[in-house]
């Protein structure tokens, strides 16, 4: 036991029905630091921070918490000890305000018992201040961006004032300057004494923010060092037990005839006269800061949005998508961008989350599901895509986020698509299992799929696409197809529309 260390975590040990998830691991993070947890999806990071954050306390082994000794205790004592997280997987009260959200179950009381709205406001207004957003305190979470809410959930973390927080993947939908931002405020923190434990799959996020970085993998303690002493490849190999080296899998595939022609596209909100090409073959980027409209083109394409004009045509044949069903009816997939609230259904079994797009394949005659014909369709993808899980009976909500996403990429796949939209595919997720998406989408490229990938990952969308759309504030601002000679800054001045100070200067 030492005063150096806020947290000491000693022979952790987690399991749960069927799985291993934690072997015996290690952890000390020091007082005011910045501690990165690095390993693939299914390394074990998000359970020992569970551990910590008193969600699944730990099966065997020993906690110590600010010098002292901690046996089980739930989230709101960690809470109340000083612990507090930002998970992974945003779940905020859509239907109540922001400072609903934040104050939930210690809101200021008047000295009759009820709610001090009043003071409840000014409360929210400093912290929001604090993380400079100026969003309205009254303003409905359901009305916000992703980032937004992400930004929400990083303001309730600092208004507990805690000795510890826990940061599980919190810039996966934020923008460059919001996570500029957030780092303001982490380094503000760390100088208060406070510490950190971030996890993050950014590797230059790692390396510009944290102190420490310990590593995982498959459930096991591999090893810890200080950021400056650890090379990249390095870290990568302690991750993985092997070098990663095709990050980007892009092959040269045949491009073939137009599949999908979007005219004029155009939502009475978000985005007016959209208009693009997709061809058998190809891999057809769409990038943009957050805000920007790309998610809104796709949903509206696929009916979850309604259109106010433009056309969509597939094969050259204008077709009519008023709901999700038409466009799945027409050959479309959709993986959206937020598994957790739009994908997975957390409580069920792998079977049924993968099966669900093509229960009608799998009835018999008298109109009742071949369970076992279905069984063995999701055990050949959960082969094909590499799903780590003991059954497809394991619950969804059991599997990394990795492997998660890998489900929904196989629901998608069991419909037969030509079409495949994908929303951020690899956001939360490891090195080694972006690589391996990226190689499935190469390889469904291959095949002579049209896809649609959109990314906030500037390297990603560079280096799998074809061609890339890029939009600023609801309009395409360039379609540019000079892939090997693109860089991130020209893509950038597209994204900010101001390709004319860009190439003036260039």
């Excluded at 050259?316 to 050959?331: F, Q, W």
């Excluded at 190469?442 to 959109?454: P, Q």
């Excluded at 061609?467 to 504030?473: A, G, L, S, T, Y």
Aim: hydrophobic share 40%; glycine share 8%; charged share 25%.
């Amino acid at each position: 036991m030492s005063d150096e260390y806020i947290l000491e975590m000693k022979h952790i040990v987690k399991t749960f029905p069927g799985v291993h998830a934690l072997r015996g691991v290690e952890l000390k993070v020091r007082k005011g630091e910045i501690h990165a947890l690095m390993g693939e999806n299914g390394a074990g990071k998000s359970t020992l921070m569970k551990c910590i954050a008193g969600i699944h306390p730990p099966t065997s082994g020993e906690l110590i918490f600010d010098g002292k000794v901690m046996g089980h205790y739930t989230t709101a004592e960690a809470l109340k000890m000083g612990i507090s997280m930002i998970h992974q997987e945003l779940n905020p009260i859509l239907y109540r305000s922001i400072m609903e959200n934040i104050w939930l179950g210690r809101e200021p009381l008047t000295p009759l018992g009820l709610v001090d709205h009043k003071k409840m406001y000014e409360m929210t207004k400093g912290v929001l201040k604090e993380i400079e957003l100026v969003e309205d305190p009254a303003t409905e979470v359901s009305t916000l961006t992703v980032a937004k809410i992400q930004m929400i959930e990083i303001a309730k973390a600092v208004s507990y004032n805690s000795k510890l927080i826990i940061m599980d993947e919190p810039t996966s939908a934020l923008t460059d300057r919001e996570v500029k931002q957030l780092f303001i405020i982490m380094r503000r923190l760390k100088s208060q004494g406070k510490s950190i434990i971030y996890i993050s799959h950014k590797l230059d996020e790692i390396y510009e923010i944290t102190d420490q970085i310990t590593v995982y993998r498959d459930g096991t303690y591999i090893g810890s060092e200080k950021t400056a002493n650890l090379k990249v490849d390095k870290m990568i190999n302690m991750m993985v037990g092997r070098d990663v080296n095709e990050m980007f899998p892009k092959v040269t595939c045949p491009i073939g005839e137009v599949k999908l022609e979007v005219k004029n596209l155009s939502h009475a909100k978000f985005f007016k006269d959209v208009s693009f090409t997709v061809r058998r073959g190809e891999i057809f980027g769409i990038a943009g800061l957050v805000g920007a409209g790309r998610s809104e083109v796709i949903e509206t394409i696929f009916g979850i949005r309604p259109r106010v004009g433009g056309e969509v045509l597939i094969d050259g044949k204008p077709v009519a998508i008023k709901t999700p069903r038409d466009a799945i009816r027409y050959g479309i997939a959709f993986l959206t961008e937020d598994r957790r609230s739009s994908g997975i259904f957390p409580m069920l079994p792998i079977r049924l989350n993968m099966a669900i797009a093509t229960f009608p394949k799998f009835l018999n005659k008298v109109g009742l599901i071949n369970h076992a014909r279905m069984n063995e369709a999701v055990e050949d993808y959960v082969k094909k895509v590499q799903i780590k899980t003991p059954s497809i009976m394991q619950q969804i909500q059991n599997l990394s986020g990795g492997n998660q996403q890998k489900v929904l990429v196989a629901r998608w796949l069991m419909t037969e698509p030509e079409i495949l939209f994908l929303d951020e595919p690899t956001r939360g997720i490891d090195v080694l299992t972006k690589s391996e998406i990226h190689r499935l989408v190469t390889t469904l490229a291959g095949e002579g799929k049209s896809i649609v990938m959109i990314s906030s990952e500037l390297p990603e969308v560079m280096g799998m696409s074809d061609r890339i759309m890029v939009m600023h504030q609801g309009k395409v601002t360039g379609i540019l197809d000079n892939r090997k000679d693109l860089t991130q800054e020209e893509l950038m001045a597209y994204a900010t529309n101001t390709m004319d100070e860009y190439f003036k200067a260039n």
